[in-house]
């Protein structure tokens, strides 16, 4: 049996405060091969998700600890949906193809994803081109405040 306990949480949490990228995650699943992965995910308020999409995919997130804004946009980069993962959602499933970001809003914060696999790294054509090149502390801060309709342009 595969379990996450609080003393794996908490270790994914340190190991997320001590990375470059204030990002750690806990694999259920044995191999990349596996055709569902299954993943913790612990993200610091600071670390960047650039939006992207995966067009081969749903995307299933729980949170574990902590609050996590998630956005869907438009190609244009308009959002269409803001959801407070943690707050007043339990569980959100996106569409494959669909783009979006997640915002970790507090310390020590761990989501929990489910996707098809295999994993494979984000395609340059799967990050959205309109995000690229923007620095970390402007997107996040973008990100906690934006609303349906809001554009980064």
Avoid at 53 to 73: A, K, M
Avoid at 120 to 140: F, T, V
Wanted: some cysteine; glycine content about 8%; aromatic content about 6%.
């Amino acid at each position: 049996m595969k379990q996450l306990s609080n003393s794996i949480l908490d270790e994914l949490a340190s190991q997320a405060q001590q990375s470059p990228r204030l990002r750690a995650n806990h694999n259920l699943h044995t191999d990349l091969a596996d055709p569902i992965q299954r993943l913790a995910i612990a993200m610091e308020p600071d670390t960047l998700v650039l939006p992207h999409r995966h067009q081969h995919t749903f995307e299933v997130l729980l949170p574990l600890r902590g609050r996590f804004v998630v956005l869907t946009f438009d190609d244009a980069g308009s959002v269409t949906e803001r959801v407070l993962l943690g707050g007043e959602c339990s569980v959100l499933e996106l569409p494959a193809n669909t783009w979006h970001a997640v915002l970790s809003l507090d310390k020590g914060g761990v989501i929990f994803e489910v996707k098809h696999g295999p994993y494979a790294p984000i395609a340059k054509s799967d990050i959205a081109a309109w995000s690229q090149g923007r620095d970390a502390a402007e997107l996040n801060a973008w990100y906690a405040k934006a609303g349906v309709g809001d554009g980064l342009h």
